[in-house]
């Protein structure tokens, strides 16, 4: 009988925990683009390393477990996962997504999607009837971040995917901030999950990877051929440094957020800190759902000082995390989502999502929290008094 084991454990001891052949335990990098036949009439189960590579399929079987799917898919970044999930759509579909959703999938929904005729509708997904309100009898696909990017806005997962199924829609979820050590998105009933794996996954800012999970076969075998047709597939290398990151997934994420809940009470307590967004703190209008549908609330955190003014005052003058694209690092990385993340979104878009250019993100990494604390105490005595600042502050 096959013990059941923590996820911090599977992380270790999982079916590629050592090479059968030579007992290494390191998943071999096999970079060979072509296999050998041995039969005319029988092929081996690689032939060509697009279609197929033991190195990528030790990462497609690691992730398919650790979300509890039944086939995974690596990509060559997350982009490349989201758009080829995107192919499943046809001609004339419609698809419903999460407002403030990353700046790359709202260019690629916006600018690349709609030209092949896929219509679009951004919605707040806080708000269940907004969602069922917009579903339109040729929707095919609910799109959802949770936490969304970048105001951490929590979506209920359950509520979406039974008004997905009650409308014969399709469910795909952008797991980045989360990853399956706090979130199983197929557990909850969504059909697509996908990953920037560039983020926490592999945790070290050294490698551009996507990933895509689903836990129905005939969705599989879909995904596939998309993956296969489109070609954006990940390289052997790249492959590997996500499995090496993926061992320690779960201290990483552990510590980053404990620290990240320190730094949102910290920062939540400033007045020169306009607001907080961390669904970590008890008053965040998504806590409870996050507690219901999540097991932690996770290292990514954003927070409004009162303009740009404020916020390249702010910059200049800190010194520990780096400025910077990107998130889910083994350092911390403070980005500024308006020129960042969000630059694709046209600024009346943004603001209207609340992206403005007060806006800060903070991805904690695993530098001592009350280091990062002393680090912002520092560079906020440089940023100006408001009269709003003071007022406003919680
Ligand atoms: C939530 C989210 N999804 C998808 C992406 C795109 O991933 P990649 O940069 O690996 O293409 C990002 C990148 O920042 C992201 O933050």
């Known amino acids: 009988m096959e013990q059941h084991v923590s996820f911090q454990t599977k992380l270790l001891h999982n079916k590629w925990k050592m090479d059968p052949q030579t007992g290494a335990v390191s998943v071999p990098i096999q970079h060979a683009s072509t296999f050998h036949q041995f039969d005319f009439d029988t ?22 477990a650790l979300e509890g799917g039944v086939r995974g898919f690596a990509f060559s970044s997350g982009m490349a996962a989201i758009s080829t999930a995107f192919l499943l759509l046809s001609k004339g579909d419609h698809v419903l997504v999460t407002e403030d959703v990353y700046g790359g999938t709202y260019r690629m929904i916006t600018e690349v999607l709609s030209r092949f005729g896929i219509e679009y509708t951004f919605v707040d997904m806080t ?28 979506t209920d997962i359950r509520g979406i995917v039974k008004l997905a199924k009650a409308n014969g829609c399709l469910t795909f979820l ?39 999970v689903v836990k129905d076969e005939e969705l599989a075998k879909q995904l596939y051929k998309l993956q296969n047709s489109f070609g954006a597939v990940l390289g052997v290398q790249d492959a590997w440094l996500v499995l090496r990151g993926l061992k320690t997934l779960h201290v990483r994420l552990e510590q ?13 307590n400033h007045p020169k800190v306009e607001e907080v967004y961390y669904p970590g703190l ?11 549908q999540a097991s932690g609330f996770g290292a990514v955190l954003s927070f409004r000082l009162a303009d740009e003014e404020a916020v390249r005052a702010f910059v200049k003058h800190v010194r520990i995390p780096v400025f910077a694209v990107s998130l889910g690092a083994v350092e911390s990385i403070l980005s500024y989502p308006a020129k960042m993340s969000h630059a694709a979104m046209p600024k009346e878009e943004r603001e209207r999502r609340g992206i403005t250019d007060g ?18 105490e520092q560079a906020l005595s440089y940023v100006k008094e408001t009269s709003s600042s003071t007022v406003s502050a919680r």
């Open 43 to 64: 092929f081996g189960k690689y032939d060509y390393s697009r279609s197929g590579n033991p190195t990528r399929e030790a990462l497609e079987e690691t992730i398919a």
């Open 127 to 154: 708000d269940l009837h907004e969602v069922a309100s917009h579903i339109r009898p040729n929707t095919k696909v609910i799109y959802v971040e949770t936490p969304s990017n970048p105001l951490l806005k929590v």
């Open 174 to 212: 952008d797991n980045t901030f989360m990853t399956p050590a706090l979130q199983r998105p197929l557990d909850l009933g969504v059909d697509v999950v996908l990953h920037s794996a560039t983020k926490f996954l592999s945790g070290h800012s050294d490698v551009v990877a996507g990933l895509a």
């Open 256 to 268: 980053s957020s404990q620290s990240a809940l320190a730094i949102a009470r910290y920062l939540a």
């Open 282 to 292: 008890t008053y965040h209008p998504g806590h409870a759902i996050q507690r219901y």
């Open 359 to 376: 806006l800060l993100r903070l991805s904690v990494g695993l530098e001592a929290a009350d280091d990062l604390i002393a680090d912002f």
